[in-house]
């Protein structure tokens, strides 16, 4: 499967901001489905994860409460809706796919190891 990021923009403190992922070449409900995120010097790290059917959503400590996963698994759409974000926000933001055979019903890890295929990120910029 092949994953592009895009919607990533310049945003003031306390505002909001989505990112979306569109997939392609691949059945999307396949796939656990996460996003992660990069600052300048820092290493990659989750943010948020969602199930193969979106029954179950995951986040890192940073973000919980504030963001919010989604997916279309018919459009092959993945979003990140990004509510009251800090400058610590900002970072190159990626999406990720882990394939799983049927039988794995395991939600999303947050090791970036375990994920199969990656799509270039998107710049979310965060002004005080």
């Known amino acids: 499967v092949q994953l592009q990021a895009f919607g990533g923009g310049l945003v003031q403190a306390g505002g909001s901001l989505r990112v979306s992922c569109s997939a392609s070449?691949?059945?999307?409900?396949?796939?656990?489905m996460a996003w992660f995120r990069q600052a300048p010097g820092k290493e990659r790290e989750f943010a948020a994860g969602?199930?193969?059917?979106?029954?179950?959503?995951y986040y890192s400590d940073s973000v919980k409460g504030r963001f919010t996963i989604s997916r279309d698994n018919a459009k092959k759409m993945v979003y990140l809706e990004m509510n009251s974000v800090e400058p610590a926000d900002t970072a190159i933001y990626y999406c990720?796919?882990?394939?799983?055979?049927?039988?794995?019903?395991?939600?999303?890890?947050?090791?970036?190891?375990?994920?199969?295929?990656w799509g270039r990120g998107t710049q979310v910029t965060v002004s005080s």
């Open positions: 969602i199930d193969r059917n979106g029954a179950s959503t």
């Open positions: 070449g691949g059945t999307l409900n396949r796939y656990v």
């Open positions: 990720a796919a882990d394939y799983r055979i049927l039988s794995d019903s395991r939600g999303p890890t947050q090791n970036p190891h375990d994920y199969d295929y």
